[in-house]
């Protein structure tokens, strides 16, 4: 059984600290990494994508990545209360069938004033 | 920017009658997909479709479950006699390519189907 494993939240930080969310992955050959955030009763929207070991930053962004460990993160800078979303961590494992991407149940976000 | 579009927004239907819910994908994409979410759950891969056929399939993608592309531009998805356990926000998704790094899969904004 392939499964992504968030924690779910309320993951409360202050405006302007850091937010650190965490996912987990089972499936050892999930190649491609992506954090969605999605807004009550919205649609997922593709935050960040990560591919290979290490860092990769885009503005407030990170995304961490671990393959070893089987672990990936994202990191908010400077929290705003436009963050407030649940944070979908999404994993690809290239199949024949195209991008059929397995998600985590999410973790809710709340970005206090 | 181009964008997945899906109607309806929100369908209600009753036990038992059959549901096509719309999508069109984004123009050049050549990937198509269904998911959906349970209200207050994950969201779950239904379907991938490409060359007018399906690619890949989930278990929930049962003999209820149905996709056509029936003129080139819309994508749809047909649940033949819904039950109760169907309701839920269903997300069509195309993508430009299928395995490169970087290929990023476009959601549209969902129909919420409640069956009653």
């Known amino acids: 059984q392939k499964e992504v494993e968030q924690n779910s939240g309320p993951l409360s930080v202050p405006e302007g600290a850091i937010a650190s969310l965490n996912c987990t992955y089972s499936?050892?050959?999930?190649?491609?990494f992506f954090w969605y955030r999605q807004y009550s009763g919205k649609s997922p929207e593709l935050i960040m994508s990560?591919?290979?070991?290490g860092d990769k930053e885009d503005g407030r962004f990170t995304a961490q990545l671990n393959k070893a460990s089987q672990y990936v993160s994202l990191l908010i800078r400077d929290s705003q209360p436009s963050d407030s979303a649940t944070y979908l961590c999404a994993v690809k494992v290239l199949t024949g069938g195209g991008n059929k991407l397995t998600f985590g149940t999410g973790t809710q976000l709340k970005v206090e004033l | 920017e181009p964008e997945v579009t899906q109607t309806p927004s929100h369908q209600v239907t009753q036990m038992g009658q059959e549901v096509i819910l719309r999508c069109v994908p984004i123009?050049?994409?050549?990937?198509f997909y269904w998911y959906r979410q349970i209200l207050g759950q994950k969201v779950e891969f239904l379907v991938s479709?490409?060359?007018?056929?399906?690619?890949?399939k989930s278990e929930i993608f049962d003999d209820q479950f149905s996709v056509e592309r029936p003129d080139g531009s819309n994508f749809t998805l047909k649940i033949r006699s819904t039950k109760l356990e169907d309701s839920a926000m269903y997300f069509c998704a195309s993508s430009e390519q299928q395995g490169a790094n970087g290929n990023t899969i476009y959601f549209g904004e969902g129909s919420w189907l409640t069956v009653v």
């Open positions: 990560i591919y290979s070991n």
């Open positions: 479709f490409y060359n007018n056929e399906i690619s890949e």
């Open positions: 499936d050892r050959v999930s190649q491609s």
């Open positions: 123009s050049n994409h050549l990937y």
